[in-house]
């Protein structure tokens, strides 16, 4: 085995990168090329298959039943109803597509993959959740994303029992609750970001099991504290009810303190990783040996991971999940031995896209429940085995074996896929230089007034407003408060928002897609350490996981 760190030049960004003696052990057990571009490049590639989209009516390819999905309106595959996506009125295989020799192996499936169907939506055992995608075990939830066992909620992304709850991201087990991120366990939790089991607060930042606090921080086991001083019940109450939630103007004054506190004040730890042994990353929960992984959960010795959960032994892989000895992955979700391949489950397989409980196939799309597929096209054991060395030689005459899916199969336009949270900066010509996707289509809209025209206070609304189209002062996209949205913010007397939805959870979600670290010194010991807060948000307090234990937690 190499044992040597590699380094090499990217030949995207053409920036100089290190392969080191753990990835190389990696790539050679799980029988995979060592890569030619950096690790950001090969993340950047796998985003083109996971998307973000934005909702939108259409009809089903084959019945012409109305739907609403995410997927683009201009997409280059059908699209189905889950429920005919999932029935007998199609048959994947029928759409077999015989090797041809002479031409790029990607080109051949990209063609099988243009004529494949796809689901309108993902997720099942959900209830009045049709402006939804990816949502599981859910009920009368609104333009969400990514949720499971979710009530009565909107403006959800990644979110796991939340009720009651709006403009929630990536938050577990929240109830009543407003404007939170990475908040776990809690009440009536409002305008707060890393915390959790507290109850009746707002702005919180990094506090444990707090009850009636506000703007407070690094805070364990309190009750009636302002701006991190202790008051008596009735002090706070008084004091409490002066606080104009109601008011846009000073809902923005108090955001604005708050990021002022999280710059001056807060002792940020230098990662989020919890029970978490020999790793390297953020937000790593249960793992061992995993480097270089991020909101990564209860796995074993991965490399270059990005979002996912359940893995062992696997290397290079975003949006991935319950995989072992599997690499090269983007949006896989369970399969042994499954490599280059997207939105699929199977064992020893290569190149699948949205392939089901399939085993010892290469190059299908939409397949269930197969076995030695080639493009679809069922063979025996033997010819399976014969073709398969036949078109890895080809492929890697062409140089193609090794490398992920091209980004002239990705599922969306650039700009409407998760990527576009990562890499905020990339431009339309690097994805179209790469023959990837990019809309240019304007959906701003004129149709309604400015959201910056709503009354001030919430208090001078009536619930007509939901008739009323809004445009958001930023996108320019039309949107509306919804009459549950309005009823939820006159419920709790809050401001009514004033940007889109999609922007809202953009934002938010941006605090938590840092996948790069970089130097600071313990502001307790001053020893050297890596955290992940870029030098441009201010973070004044920085502590290594030792002195923030001792000091803070």
Same mark, same amino acid.
């Given at each position: 085995?190499?044992?040597?760190?590699?380094?090499?030049?990217?030949?995207?960004?053409?920036?100089?990168?290190?392969?080191?003696?753990?990835?190389?052990? $990696?790539?050679?057990?799980?029988?995979?090329?060592?890569?030619?571009?950096?690790?950001?490049?090969?993340?950047?590639?796998?985003?083109?298959?996971?998307?973000?989209?934005?909702?939108?009516?259409?009809?089903?390819?084959?019945?012409?039943?109305?739907?609403?999905?995410?997927?683009?309106?201009?997409?280059?595959?059908?699209?189905?109803?889950?429920?005919?996506?999932?029935?007998?009125?199609?048959?994947?295989?029928?759409?077999?597509?015989?090797?041809?020799?002479?031409?790029?192996?990607?080109?051949?499936?990209?063609?099988?993959?243009?004529?494949?169907?796809?689901?309108?939506?993902?997720?099942?055992?959900?209830?009045?959740?049709?402006?939804?995608?990816?949502?599981?075990?859910?009920?009368?939830?609104?333009?969400?994303?990514?949720?499971?066992?979710?009530?009565?909620?909107?403006?959800?992304?990644?979110?796991?029992?939340?009720?009651?709850?709006?403009?929630?991201?990536?938050?577990?087990?929240?109830?009543?609750?407003?404007?939170?991120?990475?908040?776990?366990?809690?009440?009536?939790?409002?305008?707060?970001?890393?915390?959790?089991?507290?109850?009746?607060?707002?702005?919180?930042?990094?506090?444990?099991?707090?009850?009636?606090?506000?703007?407070?921080?690094?805070?364990?086991?309190?009750?009636?504290?302002?701006?991190?001083?202790?008051?008596?019940?009735?002090?706070?109450?008084?004091?409490?009810?002066?606080?104009?939630?109601?008011?846009?103007?000073?809902?923005?004054?108090?955001?604005?303190?708050?990021?002022?506190?999280?710059?001056?004040?807060?002792?940020?730890?230098?990662?989020?990783?919890?029970?978490?042994?020999?790793?390297?990353?953020?937000?790593?929960?249960?793992?061992?040996?995993?480097?270089?992984?991020?909101?990564?959960?209860?796995?074993?010795?991965?490399?270059?991971?990005?979002?996912?959960?359940?893995?062992?032994?696997?290397?290079?892989?975003?949006?991935?999940?319950?995989?072992?000895?599997?690499?090269?992955?983007?949006?896989?979700?369970?399969?042994?031995?499954?490599?280059?391949?997207?939105?699929?489950?199977?064992?020893?397989?290569?190149?699948?896209?949205?392939?089901?409980?399939?085993?010892?196939?290469?190059?299908?799309?939409?397949?269930?429940?197969?076995?030695?597929?080639?493009?679809?096209?069922?063979?025996?054991?033997?010819?399976?085995?014969?073709?398969?060395?036949?078109?890895?030689?080809?492929?890697?005459?062409?140089?193609?074996?090794?490398?992920?899916?091209?980004?002239?199969?990705?599922?969306?336009?650039?700009?409407?896929?998760?990527?576009?949270?990562?890499?905020?900066?990339?431009?339309?010509?690097?994805?179209?230089?790469?023959?990837?996707?990019?809309?240019?289509?304007?959906?701003?809209?004129?149709?309604?007034?400015?959201?910056?025209?709503?009354?001030?206070?919430?208090?001078?609304?009536?619930?007509?407003?939901?008739?009323?189209?809004?445009?958001?002062?930023?996108?320019?996209?039309?949107?509306?408060?919804?009459?549950?949205?309005?009823?939820?913010?006159?419920?709790?007397?809050?401001?009514?928002?004033?940007?889109?939805?999609? $922007?809202?959870?953009?934002?938010?979600?941006?605090?938590?897609?840092?996948?790069?670290?970089?130097?600071?010194?313990?502001?307790?010991?001053?020893?050297?350490?890596?955290?992940?807060?870029?030098?441009?948000?201010?973070?004044?307090?920085?502590?290594?996981?030792?002195?923030?234990?001792?000091?803070?937690?």
């Amino acid at each position: 085995m190499n044992t040597k760190n590699q380094t090499k030049v990217c030949v995207d960004c053409k920036n100089e990168f290190e392969i080191d003696s753990g990835d190389l052990g $990696l790539y050679e057990k799980i029988e995979l090329s060592i890569p030619a571009q950096c690790f950001l490049c090969r993340i950047k590639q796998h985003f083109a298959f996971v998307i973000f989209g934005k909702f939108r009516k259409g009809k089903s390819d084959l019945s012409g039943e109305s739907l609403i999905t995410v997927l683009p309106e201009k997409s280059r595959y059908p699209i189905y109803k889950s429920h005919e996506w999932w029935s007998d009125g199609w048959d994947p295989i029928s759409y077999a597509q015989e090797y041809d020799p002479s031409k790029s192996f990607f080109a051949q499936l990209k063609e099988l993959q243009e004529k494949i169907p796809r689901p309108h939506q993902t997720g099942e055992n959900s209830t009045n959740c049709d402006w939804c995608d990816d949502v599981w075990e859910s009920k009368n939830c609104y333009l969400s994303r990514s949720l499971l066992k979710c009530e009565n909620s909107s403006y959800l992304y990644r979110v796991v029992e939340a009720k009651d709850s709006f403009d929630i991201v990536y938050c577990f087990n929240l109830q009543n609750s407003y404007d939170c991120l990475s908040c776990h366990n809690s009440y009536n939790l409002n305008f707060s970001e890393n915390s959790r089991d507290c109850i009746d607060s707002y702005f919180l930042y990094d506090c444990r099991n707090c009850q009636n606090c506000f703007m407070s921080w690094n805070l364990r086991n309190k009750k009636y504290c302002i701006r991190n001083t202790q008051y008596t019940k009735e002090q706070y109450e008084e004091r409490i009810k002066k606080v104009e939630f109601d008011s846009y103007s000073k809902i923005n004054v108090l955001k604005k303190e708050f990021e002022d506190i999280l710059k001056k004040e807060v002792v940020h730890r230098e990662n989020f990783n919890l029970r978490t042994t020999n790793s390297s990353g953020d937000y790593l929960t249960d793992c061992d040996k995993c480097v270089n992984c991020f909101f990564w959960e209860k796995s074993q010795n991965c490399r270059n991971h990005i979002r996912g959960m359940k893995t062992k032994d696997s290397i290079d892989q975003t949006f991935t999940w319950n995989t072992e000895m599997s690499g090269n992955n983007s949006g896989v979700f369970g399969g042994f031995g499954i490599k280059h391949s997207s939105w699929s489950d199977a064992r020893y397989s290569e190149y699948l896209d949205l392939c089901i409980e399939c085993e010892y196939c290469f190059g299908c799309v939409g397949l269930r429940k197969k076995k030695y597929c080639i493009l679809n096209k069922q063979y025996s054991k033997e010819e399976y085995e014969k073709l398969r060395e036949q078109i890895v030689r080809d492929m890697q005459k062409r140089g193609e074996y090794g490398k992920f899916l091209p980004y002239s199969m990705g599922l969306c336009d650039y700009n409407f896929s998760t990527g576009i949270i990562y890499f905020p900066n990339i431009t339309e010509k690097e994805i179209l230089d790469k023959e990837g996707y990019w809309s240019e289509e304007n959906l701003s809209s004129a149709d309604g007034i400015s959201s910056l025209e709503l009354p001030d206070s919430i208090i001078d609304t009536k619930a007509d407003i939901s008739l009323q189209a809004l445009i958001c002062p930023e996108t320019k996209y039309r949107f509306n408060i919804a009459p549950t949205e309005y009823e939820f913010h006159k419920r709790k007397n809050f401001a009514l928002p004033r940007l889109h939805f999609d $922007l809202r959870i953009m934002k938010a979600i941006k605090k938590m897609s840092i996948i790069k670290s970089y130097p600071y010194k313990c502001f307790y010991c001053e020893k050297d350490i890596m955290a992940y807060y870029p030098p441009e948000w201010g973070y004044q307090k920085v502590a290594c996981e030792e002195c923030y234990k001792q000091n803070i937690a």
